[in-house]
């Protein structure tokens, strides 16, 4: 009897192991890191500069329309091709990924320096453009970043790879917005974002540890004009004549509308109701982040479980329902409790799909083409939102208020929604799949 409790407590031990041995991996590891750096330009000029802003007086339709240097980050198709296809001088000998890494890293450190140095309040028109720098740096590291992380690990390992880089990501993201708050506080927004500006290391350290990845497929060398041409117009070309990738970009372009409306406007909810820098840090940022980890760890479990297909219908619905929790905050008005279920829901609910759907769209790549295919995909499935919340969710939330402007987010995520279930129903989810989700190298 004593021995078959043993013989169980060590089945489960090993289940247990088995179930952590791939986040330990060098891979998964390595996923982590570079979303760590991955994450950090986006809350210099998202909810930070949004903060920053607000706090200098700024109205809301100037604040609003800063998200549009998102926009920056839908325009990084147009050069992605230039990450697969053209080899840095100097350094290039590090390989084509890690010479990347290292130069755009730099890049996005001199942005963030750069917009620490301007002040809104006698500049807007200087801040627009530092904010822009960012954002195109970002994008550049991003292109990188996604390309490296793909490449890097195994098919086997996207899923885990995923839940990794996302929580990177939301450590990049949330440290560098509390290490923002924190300092400005105390030594000015100077100071914060200069001192945000080491998130960058992390990315371009791993590169250099890590070295080039395994699963990297070096491309024809872009000299003669038809090459360049190719370079550009290949990645594309190749998955525009899969089956059913026009349905597919479709479902990328607005499966995300309602979610990115309702998160570039959070800040200004939180202004607006009279919360602290303090009570932000804690609630958005710290009760933020940890909901965040719950929601991966949860897309971990139920991706293994329910499948790649069912599990980004899931995401969805979580991410569709989440916005109805802020109409509930705008309408309960200055509430913690209320704050912290809000933020709580919508963080899990994205922590999940980003696990869940970045590793479709990590699937969707082909192997020749990482960088730029991942580059069409990741810029498509924000660049509506970001547009709307730009140009008009400002004047949205003066006009209807917070509850209704809420409450229409809700609305517009549900055609991703009923797209995806089309999809399934049809094939189309698996007949466009690309061969990152099935080569090993």
């Not at 002040?119 to 720098?133: K, Y």
């Not at 599990?311 to 409790?337: D, E, Q, R, Y």
């Not at 660049?383 to 939330?397: E, P, Y």
Request: proline share 2%.
């Amino acid at each position: 009897m004593l021995s078959e409790t043993n013989q169980s407590v060590t089945l489960v031990e090993r289940n247990l192991w088995a179930s952590f041995r791939p986040y330990l991996e060098k891979e998964s590891l390595a996923a982590f890191f570079v979303g760590v750096s991955s994450g950090f330009p986006y809350a210099m000029i998202g909810a930070t500069l949004t903060t920053r802003l607000a706090q200098d007086g700024i109205d809301k339709k100037t604040v609003t329309a800063f998200t549009l240097a998102f926009l920056v980050y839908n325009l990084k198709v147009f050069w992605a091709w230039v990450v697969d296809g053209v080899r840095l001088p100097l350094i290039g000998s590090l390989g084509q990924r890690v010479s990347w890494l290292l130069f755009s890293g730099s890049l996005v450190m001199a942005a963030v320096v750069n917009l620490a140095l301007v002040d809104p309040s006698a500049s807007i028109g200087a801040t627009v453009a530092a904010a822009i720098m960012v954002g195109a740096a970002g994008a550049t590291y991003d292109i990188v970043i996604d390309a490296y992380r793909i490449e890097t690990l195994k098919p086997y390992q996207l899923g885990v790879g995923s839940g990794m880089s996302q929580y990177g990501w939301r450590i990049g993201s949330a440290g560098a917005g509390a290490l923002a708050l924190v300092v400005s506080a105390r030594m000015g927004w100077s100071a914060a974002y200069i001192a945000c500006a080491a998130f960058a290391l992390p990315a371009m350290l791993t590169g250099l540890i890590m070295g080039e990845p395994a699963r990297h497929v070096v491309t024809i060398e872009k000299k003669r004009v038809t090459e360049v041409w190719h370079s550009i117009a290949g990645p594309f070309t190749e998955f525009f004549q899969r089956t059913g990738a026009i349905l597919v970009l479709i479902f990328i372009l607005v499966h995300k509308i309602g979610d990115t409306l309702a998160n570039l406007t959070f800040r200004l909810l939180f202004d607006d109701l009279g919360f602290t820098n303090d009570e932000i840090a804690f609630y958005d940022v710290g009760v933020g982040f940890w909901a965040y980890l719950i929601g991966i760890f949860l897309g971990g479990v139920i991706y293994a479980r329910l499948g790649l297909k069912r599990s980004v219908l899931l995401a969805l619905i979580l991410m569709c329902v989440s916005n109805l929790s802020f109409a509930a905050l705008a309408s309960a008005g200055h509430s913690n409790l209320g704050m912290a279920g809000a933020i709580g829901f919508e963080n899990v609910a994205s922590g999940f799909g980003g696990v869940v759907v970045v590793a479709y769209f990590a699937a969707l790549c082909d192997l020749r083409y990482t960088a730029s295919q991942y580059a069409l995909i990741s810029a498509s499935a924000s660049v509506i939102g970001r547009f709307l919340t730009g140009t008009t969710a400002g004047t949205m939330i003066e006009h209807f208020g917070y509850v209704d402007f809420y409450l229409l987010t809700t609305v517009l995520a549900l055609p991703g929604i009923i797209l995806f279930w089309i999809m399934m129903r049809n094939g189309l989810v698996d007949s466009a799949m690309g061969d990152a989700g099935e080569r090993e190298g």
